[in-house]
T-cell receptor, first 118, second 109 residues
Framework: GAVVSQHPSRVICKSGTSVKIECRSL??????MFWYRQFPKQSLMLMAT?????????EQGVEKDKFLINHASLTLSTLTVTSAHPEDSSFYIC??????????????FGDGTRLSIL | GQNIDQPTEMTATEGAIVQINCTYQ??????LFWYQQHAGEAPTFLSY??LDGLEEKGRFSSFLSRSKGYSYLLLKELQMKDSASYLC??????????WGAGTKLIIKP
């Protein structure tokens, strides 16, 4: 089945550091990628949607300048958390979807990145 | 607005059957998905319904009634490893997934 690879799986770093998370679709072309954040015992919260070759669409309340998203190819999207602070500590999950069409096109999730800012 | 409702938590016994309900109100409908999420892990895809009726996949089945805005996930022969959160998500007219808050399922021996 479709596979999405997300790296790194865990990051621990000091406050003020910028962290880049990569999301790759391994066996399909991901025209759309989604970035979610999930705090402990809470539901998934969509941060932004990115389409290949265009600017990401951010959800209300998500800072564009803080969470930089690049979707330069059909198989790679990156999320950069700039100048991260302890409140940015969370579980970040990417998801990818193939070409929109008929039938079953579920979003496939990466394994997530647990970010801890000290 | 768009809304997905599912129970916050359910408890069931190993070997039994449990039904997790999901009701939705969305702008358009292009399919309903169920995902399983174990604590600390990313969600994994379980099932997809776009037409009314029951879809069976091993121990798991999912039902959809579009006229009622209702779906359920049925888990049979429960195993301890089924303890997880189950997320209901509806794809709207813009092909965006609208997520429910998830149902935490606790399996007891």
């Amino acid at each position: 089945g479709a596979v999405v690879s997300q790296h790194p799986s865990r990051v621990i770093c000091k406050s003020g550091t910028s962290v880049k998370i990569e999301c790759r679709s391994l066996d399909f072309q991901a025209t759309t990628m989604f970035w979610y954040r999930q705090f402990p015992k809470q539901s998934l919260m969509l941060m932004a949607t990115s389409n290949e070759g265009s600017k990401a669409t951010y959800e209300q309340g998500v800072e564009k300048d803080k969470f930089l998203i690049n979707h330069a190819s059909l198989t790679l999207s990156t999320l950069t958390v700039t100048s991260a602070h302890p409140e940015d500590s969370s579980f970040y999950i990417c998801s990818a979807r193939g070409v929109r069409g008929t039938g079953n096109q579920p979003q496939h999730f990466g394994d997530g990145t647990r970010l801890s800012i000290l | 607005g768009q809304n997905i409702d599912q129970p916050t938590e359910m408890t069931a016994t190993e070997g039994a059957i449990v039904q997790i309900n999901c009701t939705y109100q969305t702008s358009g409908f292009n399919g309903l998905f169920w995902y399983q999420q174990h604590a600390g892990e990313a969600p994994t895809f379980l099932s997809y319904n776009v037409l009314d009726g029951l879809e069976e996949k091993g121990r798991f089945s999912s039902f959809l009634s579009r006229s009622k805005g209702y779906s359920y996930l049925l888990l049979k022969e429960l195993q301890m490893k089924d303890s997880a959160s189950y997320l209901c998500a509806v794809r709207d007219s813009n092909y965006q997934l609208i997520w429910g808050a998830g149902t935490k399922l606790i399996i007891k021996p």
